[in-house]
């Protein structure tokens, strides 16, 4: 894929939001704003804001909701590349780039926040791999620079 991608994924408590989109800098067309795909209506909010960066800033993007498990949105757009040449669809594959380290540490504070993983217990209890070396003794709170 040419052109810069974003993808992030978020799971918060039941709900899964993943949103997608490559920048472009060319002029958009009316298939830009055609948005396919399902949307339920309580979200037409998601799908106006996806149209409206298709209209704007992005060449192409997509959006994807589910709540406990059951899609809510599933809604692409526009194209894969800056060109405008090859349609964006249901399936595009797109980059990740450094969204994870966001995403992961957003993890670990809500299962922090359940009560389900100790930020004082040493990352080697739940990754014994990771005791390697000098790391044994690690906190997930751990300031890597401290060593």
């Known amino acids: 894929m040419r052109g810069p991608c974003r993808q992030t994924v978020l799971r918060i408590s039941s709900a899964v939001i993943r949103l997608t989109r490559v920048a472009g800098t060319s002029e958009p067309s ?14 037409a909010a998601v799908r106006d804001a996806l149209a409206a960066s298709l209209g704007k800033q992005d060449v192409g993007a997509s959006a994807a909701v589910y709540i406990d498990g059951e899609p809510v949105v599933d809604i692409w757009g526009g194209y894969v590349d800056a060109e405008r040449s090859v349609g964006w669809e249901r399936d595009t594959i797109t980059g990740v780039m450094s969204t994870t380290k966001t995403m992961t540490a957003l993890c670990a504070l809500i299962l922090a926040d359940r009560g389900e993983l100790d930020l004082s217990a040493p990352v080697a209890t739940f990754w014994p791999e990771f005791a390697a070396a000098w790391k044994s003794c690690w906190t997930p709170t751990t300031d890597c620079a401290d060593g």
Do not use: V
């Open 30 to 43: 009316a298939r830009d704003r055609d948005i396919n795909g399902t949307c339920e209506p309580r979200f």
